[in-house]
């Protein structure tokens, strides 16, 4: 591959930007700009990597690192990096967000790692479209952008001119994701192996936990669930749960999916997996003694349901995730 004029990506300031997520990625672009120099398929850095942020209150957004500024041009993407304080407030966001529509309007990419797709929603662009961001911050995003299919399984959602990453080390991924865009497939593996990180391609299902929604309000619902965490991995039935609830089982069922967004199966068998991935971590248990431990008789169905939530069979979140 080729490369003409250098490629902007921007990585944006915002107030409490994790500043370790900003430096990785200029040093991780850094590396991709050796390793197509090396290549011998560019002749000069193919990227070029600017930090942009608010010139004062109520100030224009302005470059205040820049590795290659004789060249006024907008920037190919803009990044909004993590957060380690809460999620940004829609007054805070608004001056960024307009800036970010307006570079965006004219064919720019627009990019954001875990609660930097607070700010990426406030700009009005993810309407309708799927994203995601930390599993930890799921309730929070669904309540403030509830026009917005998120997706918290999934490590990095592209959709082309919009590009979201979920937790706060996945700008690893990210970064890589970018480079692979504009640089090609083999300079993003030699990038990756020069860093000593893996290439995309991890889901965040891997290393999220089931959270369980109890502050919906239904308190019927409520002591349902506060027995089924009691029984641990023990089955209970329909008309039990409806029984212990004090409500007909039609609407107990109707009830408790709005409330925790899962049917009773799909509940009871977050339950037993949250615990499997505990005793897959820390026992020496075989797959088929932490089926039986979590309450299934039939392996097989064990890890079709392991696979199905977590996204990788038992025997490689154990080559993964043993302590």
């Known amino acids: 591959m080729a490369f003409g004029d250098p490629i902007e990506l921007g990585l944006v300031l ?19 700009n050796r390793t197509a120099l090396r290549r011998g398929e560019a002749e000069i850095a193919p990227l070029r990597i600017s930090h942009w942020c608010q010139a004062g209150p ?10 290659g500024p004789e060249r006024a041009v907008e920037p190919a993407a803009l990044i909004l ?18 800036w970010l529509r307006s570079s965006h309007a004219p064919g720019g990419t627009l990019v954001s790692v875990c609660a930097g797709a607070f700010l990426l929603g406030e700009t009005g662009l993810l309407a309708g479209r799927t994203a995601t961001t930390h599993w930890g911050l799921s309730e929070r995003f669904a309540s403030r952008f509830p026009d917005v299919r998120l997706d918290i399984d999934r490590l990095i959602v592209d959709e082309g001119d919009i590009v979201t990453a979920g937790g706060l080390m996945a700008w ?8 692979d865009r504009y640089l090609g497939s083999e300079v993003m593996l030699e990038t990756a192996r020069v860093l000593l990180v893996d290439p995309p391609g991890r889901e965040q299902r891997y290393y999220s936990t089931f959270v369980p929604r109890l502050d919906h309000g239904d308190k019927a619902v409520l002591q349902a669930q506060h027995w089924l965490h009691a029984l641990g991995t023990e089955d209970a039935s329909l008309e039990s749960l409806a029984s212990r609830a004090c ?6 069922l109707r009830r408790f999916r709005k409330a925790t967004g899962l049917t009773t199966t799909e509940y009871q068998q977050q339950l037993k997996v949250n615990k499997a991935r505990e005793l897959l971590q820390f026992s020496a248990l075989s797959a ?10 039939d392996p097989g169905a064990f890890r079709k349901v392991f696979v199905r939530i977590v996204g990788l069979s038992p025997a490689e979140y154990r080559r993964r995730f043993h302590a």
């Open 81 to 98: 990096p993590p957060s380690l304080a809460d999620p940004i407030e829609p007054e805070q966001a608004a001056p960024y967000a307009a």
């Open 247 to 252: 409500l007909e089982e039609r609407t107990f």
């Open 14 to 32: 915002y107030p409490d930007a994790q500043m370790a997520a900003v430096l990785g990625l200029t040093d991780l672009f850094a590396v991709a």
């Open 58 to 67: 109520g100030g224009a957004m302005t470059r205040v690192f820049d590795t």
């Open 288 to 297: 088929d003694q932490v089926a039986w431990e979590v309450g299934y008789g």
């Open 172 to 179: 690893t991924d990210l970064g890589l994701k970018l480079v």
